[in-house]
């Protein structure tokens, strides 16, 4: 079990670490769906996998939608009667109304108030806003920063421009010793947000990077994309080969203090569903399982019902549950690299189950074998774990009769995937085992 | 939504009102499986849809059963010695044991208590006992009565008449675009008792004389038949032709204040079962569902192995449920205007379902539309009711694959169904959702 | 229902006392998997119902297991300087591990220690232990005994033999009308303990005793076997007789005071399921279902994936549930003729339901047929019992179309199996219902 590997040698909070770190280098930086902040990031995810850069132009068509025009952003600011900003776009990107058309102009605080989005819920926070696909420009400021601003004439400027280009987007493919593809998605088009974008770009980057160092069974199609229109133009792309996808994971919001929450795919029984439901319950103490609803991240194209793609979404807190999302309280400070380190754990426990779950026939069917001579019965038959990894072959014997994988057999039996996996393979060694085909 | 315009349209409390005075003019009559009570009764209710009156003769054998004797009663009492009426037919019809042979003679009362029916548990309360195939007389009084009576001579007279005739029924049929049926059955058997029996009587005559002003989907047959002969001899007659029948509905005690109470078809899963389910959950504050049972009114004939018809029945409180079932204590004062009218409007609220009930295939199956070129896109994405508008597009697109009906679409989102219909005709309106062929 | 007369005809605890009695006869034998003390068995068992007895000879190779060589043993004992016996199997036949290689010699008491099997949780209990496959000697004693020992030189004294010989098995036969067969397997292997062992010997013997006198619709066969080994020949040398087992139950610690405690069959949905479910719900107040684990008795070889067998196992508490178990406390103390009567009553009360389970067609399947002219309508309609007579009837009628069992009609009605047999036969009587051929 080579995954099983990379989990034994992992140091305690190292990837967590590493993850944090990636974290905070990609979080100064103005992400959009489209533009040269999408590059920058995949630059810097380049220094750790070698990430293939795709450019789509301005204009292609991807099913229903136009892949729009490319956005790009130098400066941003209100200034008051004395020149100073008042609000500046490079103490928060967040600041600017993301996709605004440029804008420099005198005007006064009654029409400029038109311009302007605030959270008076949460006086100090500024939110996060867009507006892909309907041309305006706007501001995003907090609550007591718009109550502060007296009435007087202000100068805007938002140093953007709208034009055509292309949409990018990275992608990252790692061959195993099968075709079959398990594909991990993540979106990168947020500017500075921690848990609902960047957790997600830091694990995925990590998972490459680690995976690429073992041998695996499947072969991984790891995306960093721009949410929705990143995922149709994929789809679109790459419509002939997704029937290789086998399972999927959408990677978001992992970086937080939450219990993990695991939104099931659209057929809500696939085998990703399944290993997923494994994991969290006999690895993780505390978590929620929801069923599918078309809302959320990019599993509404992969799981829309011309694709049905058995693609999950795994994350810790789902985006509507925690109010710091979609604000400047996403921060640094909202992230911990124990939060991420463990969210690369669970992901890596999934992994390793997909990659041995497999069904093997009992080659002694008729009665149970007789483990003892076999070297097989527990010399400390007393001790629990001996007399667990002894039922777990007792339950692989029994259900090993081509109808059971081992994940099946793992559930029926209520014991750990990896006990289960154990006794198989001490079952395959001695021939009482073979496997299925 | 034909059936919706009606529900919008209605002034509150006014079915109820209507209903309630129809309860009012059909208490006095005294009715029974046969005879002129029964035919009054269906000339009472042509005053409101032109039912069609069905006479078959005493004899005839349906199934297992045969018609039996017509029963007719003018007059019955009891007279003391001094030659008052101390049991009096003309103050409640309860006091004779309905379908009594006629009697006319002088009697102790030692005798005369082999006859008597009463209800010691509700001294002051008549009970309703009938004896419909074994020929007896008898009367019903309540048992503080009972135990007033004196050791001496009474006079006994019965009136009645028990002779070949008809059994008589009434049937009324509104056609809709499509010769697949719904059935809305009621029985009309019983005199002077208002909840079991007059609440459904009402509610079928004012379902029918509503829908009769719309044009509906499905076509609608509306039976008034004595309990029990009355559906078999129907099932006899119109055997050939019950396929037609898609869904059904007996009424029964529609009329008191309790809970809704929906009793499952024997199929248990029909569309019936799902759409009142539904309607329960989602419109009805407090109510329970029950398994089919082989007891309670005509749904036992509809729902016998050769026919297992999908026919539930909804009432409100069922008939073992309340002590006033079958005495003199289920009068005018027990059934109320409003709780007709709340009826009325939930059993139009599952026809609503049902007419609306379809499935239709998204046009672009492929990743989601973009709802926003198509205007679909809530204005107002902050408000909780265009949030719900959108999502519930969003899970009609999604589920829209040929595997879900709308209803099923309703149960999965756990949305309403109105939410869900308006949506699919929002897309069915933009092309982006097409009918299933 | 014939086994039904044989429930009338039991006087209360006689059973009970019968079983008892064997028990007691039977609990000084020192038994093994082999040996004349499972021969001595067998010959008690033989005093009520022919067993015939099987020998199989040592060496002989039953799928992957061998037949071992035979244990037999005269006496045992440790003797300390005084030459007492300090240790004594002829006080008790669990102070030899079972299976001992023959020894006699001095020793010290640092190197005997290595050959002591104690309970340091329970100190004034013998444990019983087994070394069948791994040729070793022991004793096993009390901890409260084992601390009483001085640092002396003892004598160990262990009289057996290990040799070529047999494997001895009981088996009889009960021809019923129907070569099908139900099969009622026990272990028989254990020396003096009462729960896990003798109390599912008597069952089955008395079970076998009293089904002789009554003709059966199922064929039955009773298994006297030693544990695994016993299960694994058998199988083994009836292999192509297998599939008449219909139904079968693994009797074991049946003379306890707990509770009811059903193991599934690894089917977990079989007719033997449905059938102890049915009964441990609708007559025994207390009871717990458990699922199907490959650990426990035999069912372990019945329900091997090469066979799958329909087997469960109704025990009243399992063995890893009472501290007892395995221990010289389950003793004639922990048994009682009551709960062996009242496990006995169980076990013929699910051999009831299965004689009398069966389909049955509705003649009269259009509408419900009219009971009363077939004098089928309760006199007493007021009686609970009537009504409830009735009803099954109804019941009965409307599931008997050729999906439903009287059984699965039990369940879904939640009647008491034996209320819808009666109906049942009460309609066949009528015509109104005929077998399914």
Redesign the interface.
């Known amino acids: 079990m080579e995954i099983s590997e990379i989990i034994k040698s992992l140091r305690p909070n190292r990837v967590g670490q590493e993850m944090y770190q990636l974290v905070s280098e990609l979080y100064p930086i103005c992400r959009s769906i489209t533009g040269n902040g999408f590059r920058t990031t995949l630059d810097i995810i380049r220094e750790h996998i070698d990430v293939k850069i795709h450019e789509i132009p301005t204009g292609t068509n991807v099913?229903?939608?136009t892949v729009p025009k490319e956005w790009n952003i130098k400066d941003a600011y209100i200034k008051n009667l004395h020149g100073e900003r008042i609000i500046d776009f490079k103490i928060s990107n967040l600041h600017v109304l993301n996709y605004s058309v440029p804008i420099k102009r005198k005007i006064s605080l009654n029409e400029l108030k038109k311009h302007f989005y605030t959270l008076p819920d949460y006086p100090d926070w500024i939110p996060y806003r867009t507006s892909y696909?309907?041309e305006k420009w706007g501001f995003c400021l907090s609550q007591n920063k718009f109550l502060s601003l007296k009435e007087e004439e202000y100068e805007v400027c938002i140093d953007s421009s709208l034009e055509d280009g292309h949409l990018t987007y990275g992608e990252y493919y790692l061959k195993g010793e099968n075709p079959d593809e398990i594909l991990i998605s993540c979106h990168a088009c947020h500017p500075s947000l921690c848990n609902d974008n960047l957790s997600g770009v830091a694990l995925t980057t990590f998972l490459a990077k680690y995976l690429s160092n073992i041998s695996t069974r499947y072969s991984y199609r790891f995306l960093f994309i721009p949410g929705?229109i990143g995922?149709?133009s994929w789809?679109?792309l790459n419509?002939k080969n997704v029937s290789r996808i086998k399972h999927g994971l959408v990677v978001a919001c992992v970086g937080d203090g939450g219990k993990f929450t695991y939104k099931k795919s659209?057929r809500g029984n696939a085998e990703i569903d399944q290993a997923v439901l494994h994991v969290l319950k006999h690895y993780c103490k505390n978590h929620e399982v929801i069923d599918f609803?078309?809302?959320g991240y990019d599993e509404?194209?992969y799981?829309?019902?011309?694709?049905?793609l058995p693609v999950g979404c795994l994350m810790r807190t789902p985006h509507d549950r925690f109010p710091e999302y979609h604000t400047s309280a996403d921060d640094l400070n909202f992230v911990k690299p124990d939060y991420l380190g463990e969210s690369f754990d669970t992901y890596l426990i999934v992994l390793g189950v997909l990659e041995n779950n497999a069904m093997y026939i009992?080659q002694?069917?008729?009665?149970?074998?007789?483990l003892?001579?076999r070297g097989l019965y527990p010399s400390m038959p007393n001790k629990e774990e001996s007399m667990m990894n002894q039922?777990a072959m007792?339950?692989v014997?029994?259900?090993?009769?081509g109808e059971y994988t081992l994940l099946d057999i793992a559930d029926r039996?209520n014991l750990p995937f990896n006990v289960i996996n154990n006794a198989a393979h001490a079952l395959l060694r001695t021939g009482l085992l073979k496997n299925s085909v």
Chains 1, 2, 3 share one sequence.
């Open positions: 099913f229903d939608w696909y309907q929705t995922s149709v789809l679109c419509e659209r609803f078309p809302y509404r194209q799981c829309s019902p011309g694709f049905n009992n002694n069917a008729r009665c149970e074998p007789q003892g001579k039922l007792l339950w014997l029994n259900l090993s009769d039996s």
